[in-house]
Nanobody
Framework: QGQLVESGGGLVQAGGSLRLSCAASGRTGSNYAMGWFRQAPGKEREFVAGISGSGGSTNYADSVKGRFTISRDNAKNTVYLQMNSLKPEDTAVYYC????????????????WGQGTQVTVSS
């Protein structure tokens, strides 16, 4: 079973940028689609972005399209989420997730999870 560890969260002003990283170990790699989800206080966990095992296919939530970019480096077993033009409504705990097969929009379809990293955007 693989493990995921996120890093890169923090406090940033609106309009700023952050890059999250997700380091994978164990039984992960190009067989696993990877996703980023987020959960704000009092809200359900929501899909942010996903990337296929090869990195050739990506999907984004409408709320982050054009601002966030997901990428992966399979040689380093790492997935990234570049977040630009951040807004206060992007404030949440961000989770990295992995699953065998295709990208999925539902968090329950992922069987590998990181511990989460807090992103706070001030206005």
């Amino acid at each position: 079973q693989g493990q995921l560890v996120e890093s890169g969260g923090g406090l940033v002003q609106a309009g700023g940028s952050l890059r999250l990283s997700c380091a994978a170990s164990g039984r992960t790699g190009s067989n696993y689609a990877m996703g980023w989800f987020r959960q704000a206080p009092g809200k359900e966990r929501e899909f942010v972005a996903g990337i296929s095992g090869s990195g050739g296919s990506t999907n984004y939530a409408d709320s982050v399209k054009g601002r966030f970019t997901i990428s992966r480096d399979n040689a380093k077993n790492t997935v990234y989420l570049q977040m630009n033009s951040l807004k206060p409504e992007d404030t949440a705990v961000y989770y990295c997730a992995g699953r065998r097969g295709l990208i999925h929009y539902t968090w329950a379809q992922y069987d590998l999870w990181g511990q989460g990293t807090q992103v706070t955007v001030s206005s």
